[in-house]
């Protein structure tokens, strides 16, 4: 259960310093999901075997997997846009 916890924490902290590092949209949304993979390790290694883990656990892939295509039409639509995935071009799209 130690080898669980100790991956859950190296793939939260990779996540966090690809948000905390990146520039680019794209890359900081997958750095997102490497954090909600670590997230769900790590509940999945305190809950055991539990069928309330394993529900949990699905119901937060269904609301990722609704994320990822929302938030992918939203990077195409910013792409047609601006022509780049630098997120330091957003300050254009101010009123």
């Given at each position: ?68 295509s929302i938030v992918l039409a939203l990077f195409i639509l910013l792409y047609r846009k601006t022509k780049t995935m630098d ?9």
């Amino acid at each position: 259960m130690n080898q669980y916890l100790l991956l859950s924490l190296i793939l939260f902290t990779i996540g966090l310093w690809g948000v905390l590092r990146s520039a680019s949209l794209l890359k900081i949304f997958m750095s997102v999901e490497v954090m909600l993979a670590g997230i769900n390790l790590f509940i999945l290694s305190l809950a055991g075997d539990g069928a309330k883990s394993s529900v949990f656990i699905m119901f937060v892939w269904l609301i990722s997997v609704a994320e990822i295509s929302i938030v992918l039409a939203l990077f195409i639509l910013l792409y047609r846009k601006t022509k780049t995935m630098d997120i330091n071009t957003l300050n254009k799209l101010k009123w």
